[in-house]
């Protein structure tokens, strides 16, 4: 490209404005920097570009030519520089986020309502999946961050932050109401019918894990993409269901089932959010994730 960028762009001001002091006005520089400008770029493109008038100067037929394209090149710069403002100020912009049922339902939703309400044009994309798919898209950087639960496994690139407690259970219906207030052992749980999430989910990874350190394997009768529907399978009597304890909370509380109890309590897990360090946030992103951290917890 023949001329420096600033000659070009002095030119372009000088051609708005039809006059080099407005032009050096606009770009906070003196007249006669303008005009060594606009002469330096004549010098290198070899040709008059400006007819000085009474009323101050016009372009040359070459000049013209020359603006249209100039003028083309700097809205585009000048449409970038403004929609960049407007992503800084949180009045444009895109967050990717990766979630199950689970975490978006019970704790990611009020999040993102209080999100929606400060920044209304901030696109906000979740792509629901179980955790090994959400990490998968943040290793691959095609979502901003993911809130997932554990256990879960991630590389050092990955930053990660608990953000809430959950609990494991095991629910049942009426025709299982002669297990109610009884103490079983896990061992029991392979002489029922039961009901679980599929075998690709973090909730069900756990589960089968801390139940093979008792010496127990899970044979369900039903797996199960949600834990909503387990649910509904669990009020009609169909089996025990193994869930998180926040989707049965409605139906436990209405007493149409119950929780199943165990001489050793199912441990804790967390919902965290996570990260891949390798990819920076956008504003946008940024914003909803510090919002997140920000958040006080209790979950020790």
Not at 21 to 37: E, K, N, R
Not at 89 to 98: C, N, Y
Not at 130 to 145: K, Q
Request: glycine share 6%; with cysteine; net charge negative.
């Amino acid at each position: 490209m023949k001329g420096n960028l600033e000659n070009y762009k002095a030119f372009y001001y000088v051609a708005v404005y039809g006059s080099f002091t407005q032009a050096a006005g606009a770009m906070c520089l003196s007249q006669p920097a303008v005009s060594q400008s606009v002469k330096l770029l004549e010098q290198e493109l070899q040709v008059s570009l400006f007819v000085r008038t009474s009323k101050g100067v016009r372009l040359t037929v070459e000049g013209e030519m020359i603006f249209v394209q100039i003028k083309a090149a700097f809205e585009h710069i000048e449409k970038g520089e403004q929609q960049l403002r407007q992503m800084l100020g949180l009045d444009l912009g895109e967050i990717r986020i990766g979630a199950s049922d689970m975490t978006l339902q019970f704790y990611l939703l009020p999040f993102l309502e209080k999100f929606h309400e400060q920044y209304p044009d901030i696109k906000v994309i979740v792509t629901n999946a179980p955790t090994p798919e959400t990490m998968e898209n943040l290793e691959r950087g095609s979502i901003d961050f993911g809130v997932i639960s554990t256990p879960f496994s991630a590389a050092p690139h990955m930053l990660s932050k608990k953000v809430r407690r959950i609990q494991d259970i095991f629910v049942a219906g009426e025709k299982f109401k002669h297990l109610s207030g009884k103490r079983i052992s896990y061992q029991a749980l392979e002489q029922l019918p039961l009901i679980c999430l599929e075998q690709n989910t973090s909730t069900r990874k756990y589960i089968d894990s801390f139940l093979s350190e008792k010496g127990v394997a899970l044979s369900p009768e039903f797996e199960l993409a949600t834990s909503d529907i387990i649910v509904q399978f669990v009020r009609r009597n169909m089996g025990i269901g193994s869930v998180v304890e926040d989707f049965a909370m409605e139906y436990i509380n209405s007493q149409e089932i119950f929780v199943l109890s165990f001489q050793e309590k199912i441990p804790n897990r967390f919902i965290s959010i996570v990260r891949n360090d390798k990819y920076p946030l956008s504003v946008a992103a940024k914003s909803l994730w510090n919002m997140l951290c920000e958040e006080k917890t209790n979950i020790l």
